[in-house]
């Protein structure tokens, strides 16, 4: 797999602050990024600074193997983004916006204007005026308008502000159908939750700084599960278990354990005379993973 | 860089601002012109007759039967009546006669009688007028003009331009007799008694040495050597309108072209604080810059489309209300003839079209367009503020009447560019009215202007910093 997009220890200057410390991370086609953090942490000045919208300060971008710095025109062929909301001529409709985005790149047909209006679904109110629009529904066009010239690289900056739990769910459809047409997708967001199902990386930045980028099904993998155990009484539990779990109520226990070693501890509570009625695996969230390995810095 | 600019001009013209003024513009000019037709007077014989006796029973109520007014309004009342009776055509030569020459029989005749004179005064002053009314029995204008042409020869010069002025007062009366010319209350016959009134004026500064004069009074040379010629070529081609006399829709279209008028500022201005600002806060420079442009094409895409929607602007608002204007003077036609134009440099006429008049004036106006439009620019660019750079650039627009004022005290004001930027005043080799300002220093601070706003445009935009919402 090719990478489609580099950052290279990215650095920027406001005046003397220095609010970005070398950030660094790679894109491939097909995957999905999701780039996570609280708000300013940095997130949409990296996003800026990779669509050349701010100057760089130190550090190097390159997309498709192009230098953002020298070699813009042809490097930026190949984004689609939104940056922190749509940005879209309000008293134009929604096709009226989208001839003109599509006026800026070469060979894109009507056909290719109809293609993203039906994959956002916005066939009904394409001829709209953008201002009667919901939030939305600005941002399907907007992305509908990022991805007019079939882009290698989609950036989207917190796409999912302001959208309604059905709206996140039909974003995420639509980011995952793109991923697997070899899209690489850089996605941010203060809120992870929303992400993980279907982000395959994670990266997260605070304060300007990368703390981690790892796969998602990796991070999963190294943390402890979760095992809800219920149970005829917790009396005594404290003799019989180390200090892994929690009392939820007077029958049940939460136990945070290997995945490999939950048997072993059931037949430790059997032997000490406790009856067990049910053990359930809890999922992990992303966001309890990343509580976990970053020493219980919460992400929000 | 088409594309851009194809683009940009997309956009502004789906914008309902333009469309506004301009109808706007069409609405005030139709309004103006209905007004002018309403505020038009009655100039009825009899409604002259009832405005003067109305006038009279005022000045009786107030025991002023007695005054020179009483006497001049009771003067109008018979000279209108007099009209009215014989059923005078008002431009015809006689009615000129009667309201020129018989009038003033009239008015001495009735000032007398009003202050109650020595009765052998007002009996002379009687057969004056009386043989003056008998004269329009066999009415012969010819035969007057020739009496004021023996008046004029006999008339004692002691100086060289007291008979120059004769002369060609003669000259202009016989020209008269010639080409069949009455003294009439019509264009013509006005042309020709202003020209001799300005040729006196004339004949005064004539020969007058150029570099001894004042600025002011070579100025006025100039003006008056341009109108003297002007006229002098217009007796010999036998034209006689011009704008001196009377100021045609032909006139006042070119007059339109070479000063952008104060709508036209308006779009102008507004649309240069806007095209950019806009598009910063409402978010969209951003999608416009991660398209694949250089920020330099992307800027200038912008200048170009608002030049282009201001000259575009400029001629379809001049063409609208000259055309309503033609409309309500009913001599829209006038604006496919010719005007004299003089050359103040070959100091020779020259006939040219009244289009291409306009065409050449918009021309000498155009840096005033291009300065104001790219200064607001600029401004917009560099604050991205609106309301700041509309601001300053109305502030502009009207600092050229204050700093004309303050010109006197410091004359390095006469570099500011709202006093260079209009360039037609020196159309056909004419000078400004104010000393300080002429043609090349007004040509070199449009250009310095001009490139140090378009450099200053170009470095800011490319090093703009996109700030976080």
């Given at each position: 797999m090719s990478k489609v997009l580099e950052v290279k220890n990215l650095?920027?200057?406001?005046?003397?602050?220095?609010?970005l410390?070398d950030v660094s991370f790679d894109l491939e086609e097909g995957e999905i990024l999701g780039f996570i953090g609280p708000?300013?942490a940095g997130k949409t000045?990296t996003i800026?600074l990779i669509l050349?919208?701010?100057?760089?300060?130190?550090?190097?971008v390159f997309i498709n193997?192009?230098?953002?710095?020298?070699?813009?025109?042809?490097?930026?062929?190949s984004v689609g983004a939104i940056?922190?909301?749509?940005?879209?001529?309000?008293?134009?409709?929604?096709?009226?916006?989208?001839?003109?985005?599509?006026?800026?790149?070469?060979?894109?047909?009507?056909?290719?204007?109809?293609?993203?209006?039906?994959?956002?679904?916005?066939?009904?109110?394409?001829?709209?005026?953008?201002?009667?629009?919901?939030?939305?529904?600005?941002?399907?066009?907007?992305?509908?308008?990022?991805?007019?010239?079939?882009p290698k690289l989609l950036i989207l900056d917190e796409p999912t502000?302001?959208?309604?739990?059905?709206?996140i769910?039909?974003m995420r459809e639509l980011l995952k159908n793109l991923a697997k047409k070899k899209i690489a997708i850089l996605i941010s967001s203060h809120n992870l939750s929303e992400l993980e199902s279907f982000i395959t990386t994670a990266c997260v930045i605070q304060?300007g700084k990368v703390i981690s980028t790892s796969s998602v099904k990796k991070l999963k993998q190294k943390s402890?599960?979760?095992?809800?155990?219920?149970?005829?009484?917790?009396?005594?539990?404290?003799?019989?278990?180390?200090?892994?779990?929690?009392?939820?109520?007077?029958?049940?226990?939460?136990?945070?354990?290997?995945?490999?070693?939950?048997?072993?501890?059931?037949?430790?509570?059997?032997?000490?005379?406790?009856?067990?009625?049910?053990?359930?695996?809890?999922e992990l969230s992303l966001e309890e993973a990343f509580i976990q390995m970053t020493?219980?810095n919460?992400i929000d | 860089?088409?594309?851009?600019?194809?683009?940009?001009?997309?956009?502004?013209?789906?914008?309902?601002?333009?469309?506004?003024?301009?109808?706007?513009?069409?609405?005030?000019?139709?309004?103006?012109?209905?007004?002018?037709?309403?505020?038009?007077?009655?100039?009825?014989?009899?409604?002259?007759?009832?405005?003067?006796?109305?006038?009279?029973?005022?000045?009786?109520?107030?025991?002023?039967?007695?005054?020179?007014?009483?006497?001049?309004?009771?003067?109008?009342?018979?000279?209108?009546?007099?009209?009215?009776?014989?059923?005078?055509?008002?431009?015809?030569?006689?009615?000129?006669?009667?309201?020129?020459?018989?009038?003033?029989?009239?008015?001495?005749?009735?000032?007398?009688?009003?202050?109650?004179?020595?009765?052998?005064?007002?009996?002379?002053?009687?057969?004056?007028?009386?043989?003056?009314?008998?004269?329009?029995?066999?009415?012969?204008?010819?035969?007057?003009?020739?009496?004021?042409?023996?008046?004029?020869?006999?008339?004692?010069?002691?100086?060289?331009?007291?008979?120059?002025?004769?002369?060609?007062?003669?000259?202009?009366?016989?020209?008269?007799?010639?080409?069949?010319?009455?003294?009439?209350?019509?264009?013509?016959?006005?042309?020709?008694?202003?020209?001799?009134?300005?040729?006196?004026?004339?004949?005064?500064?004539?020969?007058?040495?150029?570099?001894?004069?004042?600025?002011?009074?070579?100025?006025?040379?100039?003006?008056?050597?341009?109108?003297?010629?002007?006229?002098?070529?217009?007796?010999?081609?036998?034209?006689?309108?011009?704008?001196?006399?009377?100021?045609?829709?032909?006139?006042?279209?070119?007059?339109?072209?070479?000063?952008?008028?104060?709508?036209?500022?308006?779009?102008?201005?507004?649309?240069?604080?806007?095209?950019?600002?806009?598009?910063?806060?409402?978010?969209?420079?951003?999608?416009?810059?991660?398209?694949?442009?250089?920020?330099?094409?992307?800027?200038?895409?912008?200048?170009?489309?608002?030049?282009?929607?201001?000259?575009?602007?400029?001629?379809?608002?001049?063409?609208?209300?000259?055309?309503?204007?033609?409309?309500?003077?009913?001599?829209?036609?006038?604006?496919?003839?010719?005007?004299?134009?003089?050359?103040?440099?070959?100091?020779?006429?020259?006939?040219?079209?009244?289009?291409?008049?306009?065409?050449?004036?918009?021309?000498?106006?155009?840096?005033?367009?291009?300065?104001?439009?790219?200064?607001?620019?600029?401004?917009?660019?560099?604050?991205?503020?609106?309301?700041?750079?509309?601001?300053?650039?109305?502030?502009?627009?009207?600092?050229?009447?204050?700093?004309?004022?303050?010109?006197?005290?410091?004359?390095?004001?006469?570099?500011?560019?709202?006093?260079?930027?209009?360039?037609?005043?020196?159309?056909?080799?004419?000078?400004?009215?104010?000393?300080?300002?002429?043609?090349?220093?007004?040509?070199?601070?449009?250009?310095?202007?001009?490139?140090?706003?378009?450099?200053?445009?170009?470095?800011?935009?490319?090093?703009?910093?996109?700030?976080?919402?």
């Amino acid at each position: 797999m090719s990478k489609v997009l580099e950052v290279k220890n990215l650095n920027k200057y406001f005046g003397k602050k220095q609010v970005l410390h070398d950030v660094s991370f790679d894109l491939e086609e097909g995957e999905i990024l999701g780039f996570i953090g609280p708000n300013g942490a940095g997130k949409t000045t990296t996003i800026k600074l990779i669509l050349g919208l701010q100057s760089i300060s130190k550090g190097e971008v390159f997309i498709n193997g192009y230098n953002v710095k020298k070699d813009f025109s042809k490097a930026i062929a190949s984004v689609g983004a939104i940056v922190e909301s749509p940005d879209l001529y309000m008293y134009l409709t929604g096709r009226q916006n989208l001839k003109l985005m599509s006026s800026y790149y070469k060979g894109i047909t009507k056909e290719d204007i109809d293609r993203v209006i039906k994959l956002v679904g916005l066939e009904h109110r394409i001829d709209d005026k953008v201002s009667k629009y919901s939030l939305g529904m600005r941002q399907r066009l907007g992305i509908a308008a990022s991805l007019l010239h079939k882009p290698k690289l989609l950036i989207l900056d917190e796409p999912t502000n302001g959208l309604d739990p059905e709206g996140i769910k039909e974003m995420r459809e639509l980011l995952k159908n793109l991923a697997k047409k070899k899209i690489a997708i850089l996605i941010s967001s203060h809120n992870l939750s929303e992400l993980e199902s279907f982000i395959t990386t994670a990266c997260v930045i605070q304060n300007g700084k990368v703390i981690s980028t790892s796969s998602v099904k990796k991070l999963k993998q190294k943390s402890t599960t979760t095992f809800k155990i219920d149970l005829n009484t917790t009396k005594g539990i404290d003799k019989v278990l180390n200090d892994n779990y929690e009392i939820i109520d007077e029958d049940s226990i939460e136990l945070y354990v290997e995945k490999e070693e939950i048997t072993k501890y059931i037949k430790k509570l059997i032997d000490n005379k406790y009856d067990i009625y049910q053990v359930v695996k809890e999922e992990l969230s992303l966001e309890e993973a990343f509580i976990q390995m970053t020493g219980g810095n919460k992400i929000d | 860089m088409i594309k851009a600019t194809k683009n940009e001009l997309y956009k502004i013209f789906h914008k309902k601002f333009i469309y506004l003024v301009l109808i706007i513009t069409v609405v005030f000019t139709i309004l103006f012109g209905v007004l002018d037709v309403l505020s038009n007077e009655d100039d009825s014989y009899d409604n002259n007759i009832n405005m003067s006796k109305h006038s009279m029973e005022i000045l009786e109520t107030n025991g002023l039967a007695t005054s020179s007014d009483y006497a001049y309004q009771k003067s109008l009342v018979e000279m209108y009546t007099l009209l009215k009776d014989r059923n005078i055509d008002p431009k015809s030569p006689e009615a000129y006669y009667i309201q020129n020459t018989l009038f003033s029989y009239i008015n001495q005749y009735n000032l007398l009688l009003v202050e109650n004179d020595i009765k052998e005064l007002i009996d002379n002053a009687k057969i004056e007028m009386d043989k003056s009314i008998k004269r329009l029995d066999n009415f012969d204008w010819k035969e007057l003009v020739q009496e004021r042409i023996n008046e004029e020869q006999n008339q004692k010069c002691t100086d060289q331009n007291c008979e120059e002025i004769k002369k060609e007062t003669i000259r202009v009366l016989e020209y008269r007799i010639n080409h069949d010319i009455p003294f009439t209350n019509t264009n013509a016959s006005s042309y020709i008694e202003e020209y001799i009134s300005l040729y006196s004026q004339y004949i005064n500064v004539k020969d007058s040495n150029d570099e001894l004069l004042n600025y002011n009074d070579l100025y006025e040379k100039k003006q008056l050597e341009r109108q003297i010629s002007e006229m002098q070529y217009m007796l010999d081609h036998e034209i006689y309108t011009s704008s001196f006399t009377d100021a045609n829709t032909g006139n006042k279209m070119i007059d339109e072209f070479s000063y952008p008028n104060v709508m036209i500022a308006i779009v102008v201005i507004v649309l240069s604080a806007t095209v950019v600002s806009e598009e910063f806060s409402k978010g969209t420079i951003k999608q416009l810059l991660v398209k694949p442009f250089s920020r330099n094409k992307i800027i200038i895409s912008k200048m170009l489309a608002v030049l282009i929607t201001s000259i575009a602007f400029t001629f379809a608002f001049n063409i609208i209300s000259t055309v309503i204007q033609g409309i309500f003077e009913g001599d829209l036609i006038t604006i496919f003839g010719n005007d004299i134009v003089y050359n103040f440099n070959t100091k020779k006429c020259i006939e040219i079209s009244y289009i291409m008049e306009s065409l050449i004036a918009f021309i000498y106006a155009l840096p005033m367009i291009i300065l104001l439009g790219i200064f607001v620019f600029a401004l917009s660019t560099i604050t991205t503020n609106a309301p700041f750079a509309l601001g300053m650039g109305f502030g502009a627009y009207l600092s050229e009447s204050v700093f004309q004022l303050l010109i006197r005290r410091a004359s390095l004001i006469s570099y500011a560019p709202t006093l260079n930027y209009n360039l037609s005043p020196y159309m056909f080799g004419g000078i400004n009215s104010i000393k300080e300002l002429y043609l090349s220093k007004a040509i070199a601070v449009d250009l310095v202007s001009f490139v140090v706003l378009f450099i200053l445009i170009i470095i800011v935009f490319n090093k703009k910093d996109i700030k976080n919402q």
